[in-house]
């Protein structure tokens, strides 16, 4: 055998099963190639748009954190004036109570003041009669003279 004729004959083999690789497997890997960068090419715009959401969704959340921040305090500042205000009005009732419980010991010393001096006149009547009765030395009857004593009384 001759070297130039095995060359050719190798030669001739290669452009065959190049040929037939070409022509029935080629189209095959091409597919499968084309539909893997599509794969990869869905992934990467999956990635993209996961990423897009994240930032979105935390953007969200801090504005939700932000958002619920400034309602906690607004619930905080609206506590706290409730707070004042019920301290208000229970220091008018008790200022009302108070003032109810003045008037009353006010009312109670004044009939207690008033019983005095009735007592007080009462005492100095008879004072007065029993002073009476010894300037003229004899009893004055304090039925008979039960008048006179009223008008006394008065004038005292």
């Known amino acids: 055998m001759n070297i130039n004729a095995t060359l050719i ?5 290669f452009a065959v099963f190049i040929w037939m690789t070409m022509k029935f497997i080629w189209p095959y890997l091409q597919r499968a190639m084309a539909n893997r960068q599509a794969q990869i ?6 990635a993209e748009r996961g990423k897009n959401e994240q930032e979105l969704a935390a953007k969200r959340s801090a504005e939700a954190l ?8 607004e ?18 009732g008790a200022k009302v109570e108070a003032d109810k419980v003045i008037a009353g010991a006010q ?50």
């Open 107 to 156: 009312a109670e010393i004044d009939q207690e003041v008033e019983r005095a001096k009735q007592q007080l006149r009462e005492r100095v009547a008879e004072l007065a009669v029993a002073g009476a009765e010894k300037i003229l030395r004899k009893e004055i009857n304090a039925a008979a003279h039960g008048e006179m004593l009223v008008a006394l009384k008065q004038e005292l």
């Open 9 to 13: 004959g190798q030669a001739i083999w």
């Open 75 to 92: 619930l905080i500042a609206q506590a706290e004036r409730r707070a004042q205000q019920i301290v208000e009005e229970a220091k008018g």
């Open 41 to 46: 090419a869905e992934g990467l715009a999956a």
């Open 66 to 73: 932000r958002e619920a921040k400034v309602k906690a305090a």
